[in-house]
């Protein structure tokens, strides 16, 4: 029998440290009125010592992921191999445009409310889980056009979450600290997943992987499960070796119709040609792949929720960084 594999459970923050502590104090309430009596309290409880609406409305557009979690119309993703994940998230982003398309033809259309503005705005957004094998805390992300054409990335991951514009990418690779670095990760993360699981559809099945250890994390409908291309494999890659090496590159929307795969995505890898870099595509239409070179500057941000009862004081980073330490959020009595 196949040893089973224990998966990271995406938004793990919100179901055990908002949803379980709530439904003790008011178990007779459904999950959805849990989710509105929560978010009352979030949007009418005064800020805290070294608290921001900015901050205030990362958890809040956590609690937004996690009730369509617990609806199960939140599309999670599931990697064989966490070598996978770390290949995405070092994956650079040089057709940022690409996405932006393909976001406009794939995106689910909703209304977005700004909380402290009242207003809502309607939008095109991309949602997914993601779980990894062998560790604790899985992802949650939620991409959507603004109205200025930028994305906006929101993400969880354990007890952190923060929001990046993509107006920002240029600059934030240049910086070197451990904030900065951990926004870039994320924000590669998320976009190359969805690049990835239109490069490469052979390689995504339907369903949660067959060696789920199922304790804490349960399929869903709306489940699917990532394998690694070959074709991103070093071709040196040792047949021995049980932990894969990736070929350098990056993916690249194809903009011409000529070959009848306008829309599609392709990697394309980087190799050595008389000791010097050189870029050959994965497939045979590398010269009709769109360019990015509109590269803007915006802000970014980054929440870290604790598990200390009292809050830190905000340690500002430069470049428009923020990086924030506050104390748990429990659940409120009716």
Not at 28 to 46: A, C, G, H, R, V
Not at 106 to 133: C, M, Q, W
Not at 175 to 204: G, R
Request: charged fraction near 30%; include cysteine.
């Amino acid at each position: 029998m196949a040893r089973k594999v224990v998966y990271s459970r995406p938004l793990k923050y919100f179901w055990k440290h908002l949803y379980a502590t709530q439904k003790k104090l008011t178990s007779e309430l459904t999950d959805e009125q849990i989710f509105y009596l929560l978010k009352s309290n979030l949007l009418k409880k005064p800020l805290g010592k070294d608290e921001t609406q900015e901050s205030r409305g990362l958890i809040i557009s956590g609690l937004e992921l996690w009730r369509e979690d617990s609806k199960g119309e939140l599309l999670h993703i599931f990697f064989l191999e966490k070598q996978l994940r770390d290949f995405l998230e070092g994956t650079r982003l040089p057709d940022l445009d690409g996405i932006k398309k393909y976001l406009y033809e794939n995106g689910e259309i909703k209304d977005i409310l700004r909380y402290y503005s009242n207003s809502k705005t309607e939008h095109f957004i991309y949602k997914f889980a993601l779980h990894v094998p062998n560790e604790a805390d899985g992802y949650a992300f939620s991409l959507f056009i603004e109205e200025d054409g930028s994305i906006e990335l929101y993400f969880s991951h354990g007890e952190n979450g923060g929001r990046m514009s993509d107006k920002f990418y240029t600059d934030l690779n240049k910086k070197q600290d451990k904030v900065s670095l951990t926004i870039l990760k994320m924000f590669q993360l998320a976009i190359n997943t969805i690049a990835y699981m239109n490069c490469f559809p052979d390689c995504v099945t339907d369903g949660v992987p067959k060696d789920l250890f199922e304790k804490g994390v349960s399929g869903t409908d709306k489940s699917i499960t990532f394998r690694v291309a070959d074709k991103i494999r070093d071709i040196e890659d040792s047949p021995i070796s049980k932990i894969p090496h990736f070929r350098k590159g990056h993916f690249r929307l194809l903009q011409s119709d000529y070959f009848q795969k306008k829309g599609n995505y392709f990697f394309v890898a980087e190799t050595m040609v008389k000791g010097k870099a050189k870029t050959i595509s994965m497939s045979e239409n590398t010269a009709d792949f769109g360019n990015n070179t509109d590269e803007k500057k915006t802000k970014v941000s980054i929440i870290v929720t604790a598990k200390s009862k009292s809050n830190c004081k905000v340690s500002t980073l430069l470049c428009n960084i923020s990086y924030v330490k506050h104390q748990q959020w429990f659940g409120y009595d009716v």
